[in-house]
């Protein structure tokens, strides 16, 4: 009984651990995220603006310059 009680902590602990190590992993993640969110809205407003080829390039290079300044800050 005693044997079964150790392999299951030891079992248990091992996985835990596991876990531990595929999450660390994922904190690096949701910064590129939150800039693809801000370009979206960048491509939304120039949608909204009826914005096409240079004009449309233009606004967009500056909305999401100014977003990652802000976030920067």
């Not at 995220?33 to 979206?40: E, G, I, N, T």
């Amino acid at each position: 009984m005693k044997l079964l009680s150790a392999l299951t902590l030891t079992a248990l602990l091992s996985t835990t651990a596991a876990f531990a190590a595929d999450n660390a992993g994922t904190a690096a993640t949701p910064a590129p995220a939150a800039k693809h969110m801000s370009l979206k809205a960048c491509n939304k407003q120039a949608d909204e603006k009826k914005l096409t080829g240079a004009d449309r390039t233009a606004f967009v290079k500056e909305c999401h310059g100014s977003a990652g300044k802000k976030a920067a800050s």
